[in-house]
């Protein structure tokens, strides 16, 4: 998305001091049934986070919505277990659920444990498929519907851009997301990895399984446009080259058909193999010699073992496939504890912004309390000196902002400079009631 | 002895390696970019210290070892800078930066300080084009070399369904055969070229062809070994695998012929 992330800076001062709560569901809480009753459309999003902010339940509010999961992220003032059950009352109002029916399946987080859930979420290590890509595009569509809606504020505009900026860092730093995690997405990148970019390459599929459209769909999505479609049952493979684009070849015209394609996708029934290592050499001569790729989705076996010693000629099974999947699975979750590193970095540094953020609005608060109290201090004493001059009444007004000034100016240049001193002064609240600064916030 | 800008030349390409180790690990383009910077500031800085070098030895640096070898790494350098434009495909540099670096290292870290060189007929600009484009030919080879290793090391993996976890962000097989062919064409078009000038410039100097040197020769088998290779990696039964062996096996005769020939057998030839 070109559109550019919102400064979180404006309006910092107001609303830092508050804290995040977040309420969902997600893959692992509730099965499929539930999730589905509990997805937020882009249109109920909106709604939902409407209706949540005048109703007054929370001051900043985004919904994250996928297929696995549906969370509420929001900032509220004081008592946490009275937002959480405001939320949780409010999702199966909203999706007219009976009350309870959510028990079990909800969780909820506040504070900095929701902060890390979110930057797990953004980051891939939450998804049902460890690493996929597609969640960091997700958070960020949704925190851009809030933020055009005015839903977000300082708090979760910091929230999710620390979010967005964890994600890429840790797509970009771990090889979380770098190895392919189905059969068929493997497949294509083996397929590039042996043919380099696939727009120009051509492909035929023998059969019309489920897998091998999948297959095509990713050979689609690389731009590939030559796809040649074989099947025993012509209006099968005419149905299915007619889905993909494709041209369908009459089974009985095989070997001609293999004399074009560079990657040989087979995916047929039957006891058996159908592509036997004398078609493939015989294929492979009429072809040049330049390599083929053949991918083996049958079981039992469609090609012959023998075919994988033919020269120029990459043969792999679906166990193959399946042994990359795993492979990359365990490699990719030995990435886990650098992401999370990388996590627990980014958390850092949103305590210390909120820290920072929560000292410059509790001065701010201080400063205004102080102003108040000079302000009754000098009508109550000014009153009863009815003796001095008015330029002399302005200049003890003056002297007096002047000493307020002095008092504060220390505090506030070390809390700007010493992000230790703000790391200490964390448990602020402590600060506010030593003041007497006790807010009442929704 | 070393001096800032031979620093400078190590840093750059050390830099480069660094880097491109480093867009290897994420693919991030704006990394490789850096890499290719790095590298591009390497091979410029070292042109000057190469300059530098021939101002001080009053011609090319290629009348010594050190000088050589460093004019070697410089044109390997530019060699690959070349083809990974050409290609659009970074993920090589790591294995050809090694060599560089090393052959800079040793050309910088261990050279004594340069001698200032005899001038005599032989040292005309036509004879350092000559030596210079030949120069030119070994490195382009060199790299050939190094991206067939790559290829039949990945080669072998594919087929042996072996992937660990960096074939994923090595270039494609197709693409490494093309690089490979690519730098034999730059390195059989400049050899035919260096030893045109050659002959020419011995024909100047002696009023004769000279035939016969043993360096003459085995460049004349390697240039026939790489023409063979650029027709047969094109055949039907030669393309791929063992196309890229070939272009290997062709290497170790321009190895033999920059050492063993240089060394011991050539009368004319020396370190170059």
Request: neutral net charge.
């Amino acid at each position: 998305m070109a559109t550019s992330l919102p400064s979180s800076a404006n309006g910092a001062r107001s609303d830092a001091s508050m804290h995040i709560i977040l309420l969902g569901v997600n893959h692992r809480t509730a099965p499929v049934e539930l999730r589905e009753r509990v997805a937020f459309s882009a249109e109920n999003a909106r709604r939902a986070a409407q209706e949540l902010r005048s109703g007054g339940v929370v001051g900043e509010v985004v919904v994250v919505s996928t297929c696995n999961r549906s969370e509420l992220y929001g900032v509220f003032g004081e008592n946490a277990e009275h937002a959480a059950a405001a939320l949780e009352s409010f999702i199966t109002t909203f999706h007219g659920l009976p009350a309870g029916s959510l028990n079990g399946a909800l969780y909820h987080h506040n504070d900095h444990d929701a902060v890390r859930h979110l930057f797990r979420v953004a980051s891939g290590l939450d998804s049902m498929l460890l690493g996929e890509a597609e969640i960091l595009g997700q958070v960020r569509q949704a925190y851009m519907v809030a933020f055009e809606n005015g839903d977000t504020g300082p708090v979760l505009n910091r929230l999710f851009q620390s979010a967005l900026e964890v994600g890429k860092r840790v797509r970009t730093e771990t090889e979380i997301g770098t190895r392919p995690m189905s059969a068929a997405f493997a497949a294509v990148k083996l397929a590039e990895q042996i043919f380099g970019k696939l727009r120009h390459h051509r492909a035929l599929i023998l059969g019309a399984g489920a897998m091998g459209e999948q297959l095509v769909e990713h050979l689609r999505d690389r731009g590939m446009t030559s796809i040649y479609v074989a099947n025993r049952s012509r209006e099968r493979g005419e149905e299915l080259a007619r889905r993909v684009s494709g041209e369908a070849f009459a089974w009985a015209d095989l070997p001609r058909a293999l004399e074009l394609p560079d990657i040989v996708v087979s995916c047929i029934g039957g006891d058996e193999p159908v592509l036997s290592r004398a078609v493939i050499e015989q294929a492979m001569h009429s072809r040049g010699g330049r390599a083929m790729f053949v991918i083996d989705l049958g079981v039992p076996r469609n090609v012959e073992p023998g075919v994988a010693d033919l020269y120029n000629v990459y043969l792999y099974t679906i166990d193959d496939l399946t042994g990359i999947v795993e492979q990359n699975k365990h490699a990719r979750e030995k990435e886990i504890p650098r992401a999370e590193a990388l996590i627990s970095e980014q958390l850092e540094k949103f305590k210390s912004w909120q820290a920072s953020a929560r000292s410059v609005a509790l001065l701010a608060e201080l400063r205004d309390k102080l102003q108040h109290n000079r302000e009754e201090f000098l009508r109550k004493h000014m009153d009863e000196m009815e003796h001095l001059a008015p330029a002399d009444r302005e200049r003890v007004a003056r002297l007096t902002a002047e000493l307020l000034d002095s008092i504060l100016e220390q505090p506030a240049s070390r809390l700007r400079g010493e992000k230790e001193l703000r790391r200490k002064l964390e448990e602020i609240e402590a600060v506010r009631h030593l003041f007497g600064l006790e807010k009442h916030q929704p | 002895m070393t001096s800032f800008l031979d620093n400078l030349v190590l840093a750059f390409y050390l830099a480069s390696f660094g880097i491109h180790i480093w867009y290897l690990y994420t693919d991030s383009s704006f990394i490789g970019r850096l890499g290719t910077l790095c590298l591009a500031g390497g091979v410029v800085s070292h042109y000057f210290a190469l300059l530098s070098r021939a101002r001080a030895m009053g011609g090319v640096p290629y009348q010594d070892f050190y000088g050589s070898l460093s004019l070697f790494a410089w044109l390997l350098a530019v060699t690959y800078l070349g083809i990974e434009r050409f290609h659009r495909q970074r993920a090589v540099a790591p294995f050809v930066l090694p060599f560089v670096i090393a052959f800079v290292a040793i050309s910088t870290l261990l050279a004594p300080e340069p001698a200032a060189i005899q001038q005599t007929k032989a040292h005309g600009p036509l004879f350092a084009l000559h030596v210079t484009i030949n120069i030119l030919a070994y490195a382009a080879f060199a790299l050939s070399f190094v991206v067939s290793l790559l290829y039949l090391a990945q080669n072998r993996w594919l087929r042996d369904r072996k992937l660990g976890s960096v074939i994923w962000r090595f270039p494609a097989l197709e693409v490494l055969e093309r690089m490979s062919r690519s730098s034999v064409i730059v390195g059989v078009t400049a050899l035919s070229f260096g030893m045109a000038l050659g002959f020419l410039w011995a024909h100047r100097l002696l009023g004769h062809y000279v035939t016969g040197d043993p360096k003459e020769i085995v460049s004349l088998v390697v240039l026939l070994v790489y023409v063979l290779y650029l027709r047969l990696s094109r055949q039907t039964a030669w393309r791929g695998a063992r196309a890229c062996r070939l272009c290997v096996a062709c290497f170790f005769c321009v190895i033999f012929s920059y050492t063993v020939v240089n060394f011991y057998l050539s009368s004319y030839h020396r370190f170059f």
